[in-house]
């Protein structure tokens, strides 16, 4: 018996995409897709989103579903994860929940109920992001909370006025307003990772890709439905340097060279959060078994 739901984690370019699309031929499954920034429409080649073709007609849920001006919203994605595995369990199917996104992952799988929020602490917090910039909020985090700002990207003002909007509501730490483990869906998590030089190599060759197969371009053609205005998804890794190529700030060689610098710090911060999970059977991405090995997990 396979468990209810499989989930495929770790950090980018470890091989996930590849290894889901074989556990869905061979277990009958449907992915459900873990990763925040895949979630916005025309955000393809920054985001290595899988090509129609590549998908190998195994169906995939939650690509595409936002515009690149709405702000990500984990509550939302929760909602609408557990109607797809909801709707894949009913039909005899096996759900395969495939990501980095930590926070998204854990949303879905355990019960998890999001703190409230406070439109003017909010608009203030947002304020000071638009007149300063992340880094003295993120400074304001790292003393109140270093375990929070440990996990988030000091460049990510989004997740870091929402952290520190938490802890002034609350009065506790916004990792003491994380719940406990506590499990909605019975599941079974597999991780890919890699060795990390050879992880390094794999990032460096999947952003000189990105820019060979035109993300300059692809974000050129997004400034029209808003990209700039997006308070998330211009903040995406590649995009953010693209878009300041675009804008003369820097070079194309510049914009490559950070967004693999960028990278490989989000890697490190996407290990810092998975590697604390004792549930993850966490097996090597670049293993000739790797297939066999996580069908040996699920059963």
């Known amino acids: 018996m396979v468990p209810r739901v499989i989930t495929v984690v770790g950090p980018t370019a470890a091989g996930k995409s590849a290894l889901s699309i074989a556990l869905a031929h061979e277990l009958g499954g449907e992915v459900i897709n873990a990763d925040s920034m895949q979630l916005y429409r025309g955000m393809d080649i920054g985001t290595a989103k899988l090509t129609p073709a590549e998908r190998e007609g195994v169906p995939h849920h939650l690509l595409d579903i936002w515009d690149v001006t709405v702000p990500a919203a984990v509550a939302e994605y929760q909602g ?9 369990l009913a039909r005899g199917r096996v759900p395969l929940l495939v990501g980095g996104s930590g926070l998204y992952i854990r949303a879905v799988l355990e019960e998890f109920e999001f703190p409230g929020t406070d439109p003017d602490v909010r608009a203030r917090l947002e304020a ?13 985090l790292k003393h109140w909370d270093p375990a929070a700002a440990a996990n988030i990207l000091p460049s990510n003002g989004r997740r870091i006025v929402r952290a520190l909007e938490v802890i002034e509501l609350t009065g506790k730490p916004f990792t003491a307003t994380l719940p406990r483990l506590t499990p909605h869906y019975r599941s079974m ?19 000189d890709a990105m820019w060979a197969a035109g993300l300059v371009e692809e974000v050129r053609g997004l400034l029209p439905a808003g990209l700039r205005e997006g308070r998330t998804a211009s903040r995406a890794l590649g995009y953010q340097q693209a878009l300041a190529q675009i804008d003369g700030e820097i070079s194309d060689e510049e914009a490559r060279a950070d967004t693999v610098r960028g990278t490989r710090r989000f890697v490190r911060r996407q ?13 090597d991405g670049a293993s000739d078994t790797l297939v066999a090995d996580a069908l040996a997990v699920t059963r």
């Open 80 to 88: 609408l994860a557990r109607a797809a595995i909801d709707d894949i």
């Open 128 to 140: 000071e992001l638009a007149a300063n910039g992340p880094a003295p909020l993120f400074e304001r």
């Open 189 to 207: 998590q597999i991780g890919v990772d890699r060795d990390t030089g050879e992880l390094d190599e794999r990032i460096a060759v999947r952003v």
């Open 271 to 283: 290990r810092s959060w998975f590697k604390r999970d004792p549930a993850i059977h966490w097996l």
